[in-house]
């Protein structure tokens, strides 16, 4: 992602910016701002929503509260957006998700533990089936970069690690036509057995073409501590230390921050821990994140809080689901 520091490179050097794209998604980390913020540049903005499908409510209520509105909503929830307490969420509304979204790591990791739970998994191991995404970018040409999702082919145990074959979320997804992890876990190694014929059966033609198969060799050891979902749920420093030596972990749960630029048919919001607000770049961070999550979902969104108080509307924690 371009920053505020290429940008000022290319400008001293005379190159001429087209910076296309929305501006009120988060900017790279560790910047202060929109990066359109000090190029003084002259700027043409769009007004018109402009949606696949949905009802484009949430796209609307969250350019509002970027805009500085206090409430997140602009009319009554509908089967599409909704902003509920978060003790009313139940598993069936969370698993039916494309995604399921938080703002900090260890609450993503305790998504992941409550997934695998619910499809009956424990342990570390991943299994067949399970969804994983990459933190890091280890081989672009084959699209192992950094947030690309994938679903686990096999996994062999090496020491403090794992080396997995898995294959591109978008190639499951189509084949099998759902786009929930929890409905796709099942359907899995059927399919993974039908991907492994197809690439024997196209060897010869993809050594002349260059062209990846379909079920792709992490060529790193991913080390176990990436998949202690558990263990990082309940220790924050724990969880630090995971992501930073493994280059992989499960993926039914997203930060924000990953899944900038995609879009899901359904998206949950799962906001269950305080953003610190002490300052105006904290609150404009902030309005970034929620505007980025409320604007990943093509059909539904629904929010799930425990905030007393949700931008004006008023969430109550024994609220009927």
């Known amino acids: 992602m371009t920053g505020r520091a290429e940008a000022d490179i290319l400008r001293r050097y005379g190159v001429g910016l087209l910076l296309v794209g929305d501006p009120y998604q988060l900017p ?3 910047e202060d701002g929109p990066i359109l913020a000090p190029l003084g540049t002259a700027t043409v903005e769009l007004d018109v929503v402009m949606r696949a499908d949905g009802d484009k409510q949430d796209l609307l209520a969250a350019y509002a509260f970027f805009r500085g509105s206090s409430d997140l ?6 089967p599409n957006v909704q902003v509920r307490h978060i003790s009313t969420a139940k598993p069936e509304e969370m698993f039916g998700a494309g995604a399921i979204l938080s703002t900090t790591n260890s609450d993503v990791q305790m998504v992941n533990s409550t997934y695998r739970a619910a499809l009956g998994l424990s342990g570390m191991d991943p299994q067949v089936g399970e969804r994983v995404i990459l933190t890091s970018n280890i081989d672009a040409p084959k699209g192992l970069v950094n947030g690309a999702l ?5 996994c062999e145990e090496i ?9 591109p979320s978008d190639v499951v997804e189509v084949r099998i036509g759902l786009e929930s992890p929890y409905e796709i876990f099942q359907a899995v190694p059927d399919l993974v057995k039908e991907l492994r014929a197809e690439d024997e059966a196209t060897l010869s033609e993809r050594i002349g073409s260059g062209a990846a198969p379909n079920i792709i060799t992490i060529p790193a050891t991913l080390h176990k501590s990436g998949f202690d979902c558990d263990h990082m749920a309940a220790d924050k420093e724990f969880c630090k230390r995971a992501m930073r030596l493994s280059d992989m972990h499960f993926g039914y749960g997203l930060t924000v921050h990953k899944v900038q630029g995609s879009e899901f048919s359904k ?3 799962y906001e269950n821990s305080w953003w610190p607000k002490r300052t105006a770049q904290d609150e404009f961070i902030y309005r970034c994140l929620v505007y980025t999550a409320m604007t990943r979902g093509k059909s539904q969104i629904w ?3 425990k905030r007393c108080q949700y931008y004006g509307k008023k969430v109550d924690q024994h609220e009927a689901a």
Do not use: K, M
């Open 159 to 167: 020491s403090n690690g794992y080396r997995l074959e898995v294959v």
């Open 267 to 269: 998206v949950v919001f």
């Open 28 to 30: 790279p980390i560790n």
């Open 303 to 305: 929010a799930f809080t």
């Open 150 to 154: 994938f679903y686990v082919a096999s």
């Open 73 to 78: 909503r602009t009319g009554q929830d509908t």
